[in-house]
């Protein structure tokens, strides 16, 4: 068994294909992550400072922005139009690159959107 790894870093420093590592050598470091999971989002955690993590906490005020703004002009004529707003976030999916570029697709839908409800 193989574990097929694109780190960060190295990605950053011009790696541009997944390492391909013998899961003997990846089973203790994946222990060692697995305890330290209380750190996750808290300041000790060396995750947090990534673009993708960072973008990911703006979203949640936003999405709150959003769904406050819709909440007030909900009415039946608005309702298809507050469900989709409501819906967005399922459109965040991915890894990295791919997830920043449909927080993208996120934000120009819910600008659309907006615009919709006036």
Do not use: C
């Amino acid at each position: 068994m193989h574990y097929l790894l694109h780190p960060p870093l190295l990605r950053a420093m011009g790696l541009e294909h997944k390492l391909r590592i013998p899961a003997w050598m990846m089973r203790p470091g994946f222990r060692v992550l697995r305890s330290l999971k209380g750190l996750r989002g808290k300041a000790l955690d060396p995750f947090r400072y990534a673009e993708v993590r960072r973008v990911e906490r703006k979203l949640i005020g936003e999405y709150e922005g959003l769904v406050d703004h819709a909440m007030v002009h909900l009415d039946p004529a608005t309702h298809g139009t507050v469900a989709e707003i409501a819906g967005l976030p399922d459109m965040i999916r991915g890894y990295e690159q791919i997830k920043l570029a449909n927080v993208e697709r996120f934000r120009a839908e819910a600008e659309r959107l907006t615009r919709e409800l006036g």
